[in-house]
Every structure is written in structure tokens, then in C-alpha cells.
């Protein structure tokens, strides 16, 4: 059997997905065999495995830093939030049906916990360490009981767990301490120690404080993280973080040609692998934004619609702020604009939807000779083909089926004059197609911008992951870490007061290898009253 641990967080957004990137990279280049895991995650940046199978971008992104093949055994549960607060429940890579949280939290997330830790077995199996991430907070004392992403999995494998703060947010002492409080004793037990992360300045100054940490809680503190610019990695959803990363921040490099290229991206509602325009962001001399404004999209280039959770919802949106009458007359006018997957969907004739929203007919803008019918079966899958005549990757997650009827074939879309579309996510990311598709937007909007020609995606990626093994090696104590990993919490950690009631054993009333719940089940529980809004990593 492997070791493990288990990566928690203060809050959400603390670092845990990097963290966990970070120690996947860094074991990896010391030659251990090393698979991340979250047992549950709510995001509705997703990504398709080979197999077909739908994860959270977190957990493929760390599959990339351990050099693994991404596996929906990674991310067993995927809960992707929709617009009628509830959220689709995604098992083993497959939809299951629709839950309101109140329903999700109600008894089946715990009936879920058997497939987790199988799943997690499974893992252990295979690698020498799996390095799990925690949701949210550890401390979510109205979650405990139905808990399995924290420290209900981290009882169940009996893995270590150590806490990272976010101390460019203030208050981490407090919040390392007060997570560790509110917990029972026998998930204290668990609690190994902590690690600071985004911290701006001297360490020396804050050496004081962990050192009244370790007195105050008996546990020690495994390193200092600094705050690092431009970590451009896939993380949970947030707009904030893909404004932030250094794959975006290269675009202070300057142009190769002699213009620079504005691209200006819709923040449609419940919006969806925003991840997709991360491509463009990297090449040198292109400047993304989210925008919400009409008026933004004036002196764009390009404008991006991109996916979308709702896609009847993001049309609304668009009709109410004027944008999809500015989006007409840039078609009109002979502008770029590109719609991907829900945003494709939009710039059609009409949408046929009762399954997302059961809104039944819409128009849609007309850009497009496109009539889409929403299905029951979500398509998943992994396609190659070429374009502009280069190759193109990608990968699909959609309700929507597209009846296309006329324009120019463009992947598995159509293009008529400078509108694009297609369902692809990731097409962005092959270097040549990117780099042609942006040489006709820069011919479309009368621009001297010529693509970098040596810019490579995925390096810049590798590079990224790279830096997160940089700051785990530079600055944890990766001997004490890889104790931990090998040999669990140490024995013997002080409980601190109050404490929270004891929490449920770990598994489901009949064992850890209980079935979970099949498709009609979970359908059945989705049609529960949902008047409890999902937010953000709450499970």
C-alpha cells in the first residue's frame, strides 16, 4: 500500500491546487511514482480523459505535474453548480443526474464515500504516493457528517493532512489555529501541521509566530511559501484566477509583428472552461479581458463567447446588456468573433432545450446557420482533426447537438465570414492551428500582428508546473514532507479546545465497498426542492 496526504485549506482558493500540483512535481522528479486525487470537487472547468471520462481541470492539470495519464479514479465526484442552484453530479467521469444541495447533502454524498476511498484504493495500488486535495475548509463543522473530501477520506485512508493558509489575505495564524480547533479529536489526530503559502517579505519576521504556532498547537509549520507572479495553472472556478496567472502575464512581451491583438472575452453567466482563451494569452503581443459592457467590445479585435453552464441563461444575459446587438454588428461589419461550445450554441439560428434549462425554443443570434437540440446524453470525447490546415486537438463536453447547414466547415462547426464556431474546448492550445487562426483575425481586423513563431503551450505549461516543484524543493521542508507521506501523522498530537462533537466513522453504514447510488437514484433525489444555493467548494 502507498502513502498519502491529504492537502486542506483554511478556505477556499488557499493554494490547494497548486500545493498539490507543486508536491506532485516535486516527487515525481525524485522519482516516485505519484497520482493526485480529490475525491469530490465542484468546478465548471472540467476536462475529458482518454477514456472519456469528465474530471475537474484541477486534477488533470495535476496529472500533468505527477507526468500521468489524467483518470476519472482522479476525481471520482465532479459537481458541476447550474442555474436553478442546483448542480449536475458527474460520477466516475459520467452524468448522473441533477441535485440540490440540500438533496446532495441529505445522505447521498455520504453514500458516495464507498466509491471514493475504492477509487482512492485503486490509486494506492498503483503509485507509491497519492497526494490528495482537500475542498473548501476542513473546518466546515455544518459539513462534518457528511463529509467525503476532507477529513472524512483523510480518516478513511488514515493519511496525514496539512493545512495551507493564504497569508496575503491576513489572519492565517488565527485561521490555522481555528481550523484545527473546531475539529474533533479524532480528525485533530490527523491534523500533522501547516503551510504557509503567498507570503510577500522577510520570512525572518514571521519566524516568531510559528514559532508561538507550534507552542500554542504542538504542531509544526512545513514551510513558507512565497508569493509567486504568474503561476498560470488550472485551479477551481473564479474569474480572478485567470485573470492572474504568467501564461496571461506574458503578454508584456512584446508583439512580434508590429501591432498588438485585444481580445475581449464575454463573462457570460455559469460560464465554462474559461481556460480556453488561457492559449491566446500566452502569445506574445495578445491581450485578453473579460468583459461584461457593450462598449468594451469596441476596439476588440476578437471577441470570444465562450462556454457556458446555461446556455439559454448566457443569451438572456447577452440580449439585457446590449452585447448581442454589438455582436450583430460586428458580424455585420465583418469582425472576428468566435463562439466555443455554449457560445457556439448562442450564435445560431434557434436552441431546442429541454433538458438544461426546459426552455423549449429560443433564438439564437443568427450569426451562424446552426440549429442545436439539447440531449439527454452528455457528449464526451477527445477529437483531432485540422483546420486552416494545420492539425487540431481537443476535447468536447455538451448536451447541445448542432445541425449545421450551410457556411465554411470549421472543425466540427462552420464559419461564415469572420464568425467562427465550434464545440471544441482546447483547439487553442495546438500551436500551429493558434497561430493561424489568429493570423485571419489579424487580417479581419486590419492589424500588423504576426503569431510568435516558436511559442509552445504546452512548454510554457511544463515550465509553469515546474515552478510549483521550484517552490515546494526551495522552500518546504521536503524531508519532514516526505516523512509524512511515508509514515503518516505523528504520533501523539495535542488536542486543542473546544473541539467539535466526535465525527462519524469513516464509510457508509455497510462498508467501505458499498455501490454507489445509480443514475435513477440520484435523478430522483434531483427533483427534490433545491432551496439551497451551491457555492464554491461548499461540499
Same mark, same amino acid.
Given at each position: ?54 474530471? !475537474?481541470?484541477?486534477? +488533470?492539470?495535476?496529472?500533468?505535474? %505527477? ?56 490509486? /494506492?495500488?498503483?503509485? #507509491? ?27 478513511? %485512508?488514515?493519511? @496525514? ?6 497569508? $496575503? ?20 489526530? &490527523? ?24 507552542? &500554542? ?24 484566477? *485567470? ?55 469596441? $476596439? ?80 464526451? !470525447? ?22 449545421? *447547414?450551410?457556411?465554411? @466547415? ?25 497561430? +493561424?487562426? &489568429?493570423? =485571419? ?10 503569431? %510568435? ?32 507521506? =511515508?509514515?503518516?501523522? @505523528? ?35 434531483? /427533483?427534490?426542492?433545491? #432551496? ?8
Amino acid at each position: 500500500m502507498s502513502g498519502g496526504l491529504l492537502v486542506a485549506g483554511t478556505t477556499s482558493d488557499a493554494g490547494k491546487s497548486v500545493v498539490t500540483a507543486g508536491i506532485c512535481r516535486w516527487l515525481v522528479r525524485r522519482g516516485v511514482k505519484v497520482a493526485p486525487f480529490k475525491a469530490q470537487n465542484m468546478s465548471l472547468n472540467s476536462f475529458v480523459t482518454r477514456e472519456g471520462a469528465e474530471i !475537474g481541470r484541477a486534477q +488533470a492539470m495535476q496529472a500533468q505535474a %505527477a507526468r500521468v495519464e489524467p483518470s476519472a479514479l482522479m476525481n471520482p465526484v465532479l459537481l458541476k453548480p447550474g442555474g436553478d442552484r442546483s448542480s449536475q453530479v458527474v460520477l466516475m467521469g459520467k452524468p448522473v443526474g441533477e441535485m440540490s444541495a440540500r438533496g446532495y447533502h441529505g445522505g447521498r454524498q455520504e453514500a458516495l464515500l464507498g466509491t471514493v476511498t475504492d477509487c482512492l484504493e485503486q490509486l /494506492r495500488g498503483t503509485y #507509491d504516493a497519492v497526494i490528495c486535495e482537500g475542498a473548501g475548509s476542513p473546518a466546515e463543522i455544518n459539513l462534518r457528517r457528511t463529509d467525503i473530501v476532507n477529513m472524512g477520506i483523510a480518516r478513511a %485512508a488514515r493519511f @496525514p493532512v496539512l493545512v495551507v493558509g493564504d497569508i $496575503d489575505r491576513g489572519g492565517v495564524f488565527a485561521s490555522f489555529f481555528g481550523t484545527t480547533a473546531l475539529l474533533s479529536p479524532e480528525d485533530q489526530s &490527523l491534523i500533522a501541521g501547516y503551510l504557509v503559502n503567498k507570503f510577500r517579505g522577510d520570512v525572518s519576521l514571521l519566524e516568531p509566530g510559528l514559532d508561538m504556532l507550534l507552542g &500554542l498547537t504542538g504542531r509544526r509549520t512545513y514551510g513558507v511559501l512565497p508569493y509567486a507572479h504568474g503561476l498560470g495553472i488550472d485551479e477551481e472556478d473564479g474569474l480572478r484566477v *485567470s485573470m492572474r496567472g504568467a501564461v496571461r502575464e506574458s503578454v508584456v512581451a512584446p508583439p512580434h509583428g508590429e501591432d498588438v491583438l485585444r481580445v475581449a472575452v464575454c463573462a457570460v453567466p455559469l460560464m465554462s472552461n474559461f481556460t480556453d482563451v488561457d492559449a491566446l494569452a500566452a502569445e506574445p503581443g495578445v491581450v485578453v479581458r473579460f468583459v461584461d459592457r457593450a462598449e468594451e467590445l469596441a $476596439d476588440a479585435d476578437l471577441v470570444i463567447v465562450p462556454g457556458t453552464r446555461g446556455t439559454v441563461k448566457a443569451l438572456a444575459w447577452l440580449r439585457e446588456r446590449g452585447l448581442a446587438a454589438a455582436l450583430r454588428r460586428r458580424a455585420a461589419e465583418g469582425r472576428p468573433v468566435l463562439g466555443i461550445c455554449g457560445g457556439f450554441q448562442v450564435l445560431g439560428e434557434r436552441i431546442e432545450d429541454d433538458v438544461e434549462s426546459r426552455a423549449g425554443l429560443v433564438e439564437g443570434l443568427g450569426l451562424l446557420p446552426v440549429r442545436v437540440r439539447f440531449g439527454r446524453e452528455k457528449v464526451l !470525447g477527445r477529437p483531432v482533426g485540422s483546420a486552416l490546415g494545420e492539425p487540431v486537438e481537443g476535447y468536447e463536453i455538451h448536451h447541445g447537438v448542432a445541425e449545421v *447547414s450551410g457556411g465554411e @466547415p470549421f472543425l466540427d462547426g462552420c464559419r461564415v465570414g469572420s464568425v467562427w464556431g465550434t464545440h471544441w474546448h482546447g483547439s487553442l492550445e495546438s500551436d500551429a492551428f493558434r497561430r +493561424a487562426f &489568429l493570423g =485571419e483575425v489579424a487580417r479581419a481586423a486590419g492589424r500588423r500582428f504576426t503569431a %510568435a513563431p516558436d511559442t509552445s503551450f504546452g512548454a510554457l505549461r511544463e515550465e509553469q508546473l515546474d515552478r510549483l516543484g521550484d517552490l515546494i524543493e526551495e522552500h518546504a521542508d521536503t524531508d519532514a514532507l516526505w516523512r509524512l507521506i =511515508e509514515t503518516g501523522a @505523528p504520533e501523539g498530537l495535542p488536542f486543542l479546545a473546544p473541539g467539535a462533537p466526535p465525527a462519524p466513522a469513516p464509510g457508509p453504514p455497510e462498508g467501505p465497498g458499498r455501490p454507489a447510488p445509480d443514475g435513477p437514484e440520484l435523478a430522483a433525489a434531483g /427533483r427534490e426542492s433545491a #432551496d439551497v444555493t451551491v457555492t464554491e467548494e461548499a461540499p
